[in-house]
């Protein structure tokens, strides 16, 4: 096992990395931009480096600055986080050229599904429904002359894109200039890399993405399917565990499918398998994330296993000492994600409590909330045993949280929860549509 770990990552992520290594009896290394000076994960972490400027380009995406740190602070492996580097296979590379573990797949794998094509293929041949789609694309034209054969309408995403960036839908042939040129500034700008996809688009169909667990023995535990279809210009504000729309037959066969799918792969560490389901009930493959989800707490609550620290195990070859048949999927869980709608500083922090109820955070009195950064301050979590108790207490939470100083999303949350079509469970990706 590790000694000590860099978290190559800030914001709420790297204070739930820090926590998890605590635990495990894990030093940790923070690494701040000169933004983040003040902030909670640097002073949780046994040690904290400034890495550049407040632009994510100067600090948290300069690799071989985030490497030298680590080296100099005599960190054996580095942990990604969600988002930034967590799926980028040079940084991965770079890590392992320099004698560090990267916590994620190798370099080989994540490249091999980064190619979304290939991937899409691996997949069909475990056995699961994949959507149309293309491999990267070389400019607007070919992205015309795909969409043409595909057919309208068309989802363009950003090849090495997550949390919703980068992805446009093309309704016409007269949009797609201008959509494929925000796709590729979208992926630039927030990984570093401009490539973009094209896939057909399933409409209206809910997002449903199962989460998996694999060890290098080759043994995969997949930990139910979170439901992920309220969302807002591809971001999610609502996530719950397990769907509403997701029969108990369906379940078990998504799973069995998702697991041999995995392993056919040979992945290794915790990922993600998202899918649209249709309103024929056929769930059709989209990708696979290979990193944690921001809403990994969903299942952590619902299934009582530690993500992070599996993760963190993963990677140093520890194997899985619980099988699938182990697994709970008993109750439910609902995570609202709560966001800064602009810059300000904290002035005021309530966080409710009581039974199985969590939120994730990396707000203290008196932080600042920066533009240069993704606009999640936390992530409020409920469990309970039936569906209808976890709204009725995710209410109750988002009532009680108070943030203060910064103008938030927690009434639109309330609003959201408290709609009879969310409370009904009878939902999907329109339901944002007109708001």
Not at 93 to 105: D, E, Q, S, T
Not at 134 to 149: D, F, K
Not at 234 to 239: F, R, T, V
Not at 389 to 405: F, H, N, P, T
Request: charged fraction near 20%.
């Amino acid at each position: 096992m590790f000694s000590k770990i860099l978290i190559a990552n800030r914001g709420e992520i790297a204070v739930r990395i820090i926590r998890a290594c605590k635990e495990m009896g894990i030093e940790t290394v923070a690494v701040y931009s000169q933004a983040d000076q003040d902030a909670l994960h640097v002073a949780l972490a046994d040690e904290s480096y400034c890495v550049g400027g407040p632009a994510p380009g100067e600090s948290y995406l300069n690799q071989e600055r985030l490497v030298a740190t680590a080296l100099a602070a005599g960190a054996q492996a580095v942990h990604p986080g969600y988002g930034f580097l967590s799926e980028n296979p040079q940084f991965a590379a770079l890590c392992r050229k320099n004698g560090l573990v990267f916590i994620g797949p190798s370099p080989e794998n994540m490249e091999a599904l980064s190619d979304k094509a290939e991937m899409k293929q691996k997949m069909a041949q475990g056995g699961l429904d994949v959507i149309p789609g293309t491999q990267a694309l070389s400019g607007p034209q070919e992205a015309l002359t795909e969409a043409a054969r595909i057919g309208y309408p068309v989802m363009l995403k950003a090849s090495a894109g997550g949390g919703g960036r980068g992805i446009r839908m093309v309704q016409a042939p007269g949009e797609m200039t201008a959509a494929f040129s925000l796709a590729v500034a979208e992926g630039e700008a927030a990984f570093g890399d401009g490539s973009v996809y094209m896939e057909k688009c399933v409409y209206p169909a809910r997002h449903i993405e199962v989460q998996v667990l694999a060890d290098e023995a080759g043994n995969v535990v997949c930990l139910g399917e979170r439901d992920c279809s309220i969302q807002r210009r591809h971001q999610k504000l609502i996530e719950e565990s397990p769907s509403p729309a997701v029969s108990r037959a369906q379940r078990k066969k998504l799973m069995a499918l998702t697991a041999q799918a995995v392993k056919s792969v040979g992945y290794v560490g915790v990922g993600t398998l998202e899918f649209l389901l249709d309103r024929d009930g056929r769930f059709w493959f989209m990708e696979m994330n290979v990193r944690l989800q921001v809403e990994h707490g969903v299942t952590e609550m619902l299934t009582k296993v530690d993500l992070v620290k599996w993760q963190i195990r993963a990677a140093a070859g520890v194997p899985l000492n619980f099988a699938q048949q182990s697994v709970s999927l008993t109750g439910a869980c609902l995570e609202c994600r709560i966001n800064a709608l602009s810059p300000g500083r904290l002035e005021t922090l309530h966080v409710p409590g009581g039974p199985f109820v969590r939120f994730d955070t990396y707000l203290i009195q008196g932080v600042s909330v920066f533009p240069y950064y993704d606009s999640l301050l936390g992530k409020l979590i409920v469990y309970a045993g039936t569906r209808e108790e976890a709204v009725r207490k995710m209410k109750a939470a988002l009532c009680e949280l108070v943030i203060d100083g910064i103008e938030t999303n927690i009434a639109e949350q309330l609003e959201l929860v408290g709609d009879p079509r969310f409370m009904s469970g009878e939902y999907d990706l329109t339901f944002m549509e007109g708001r």
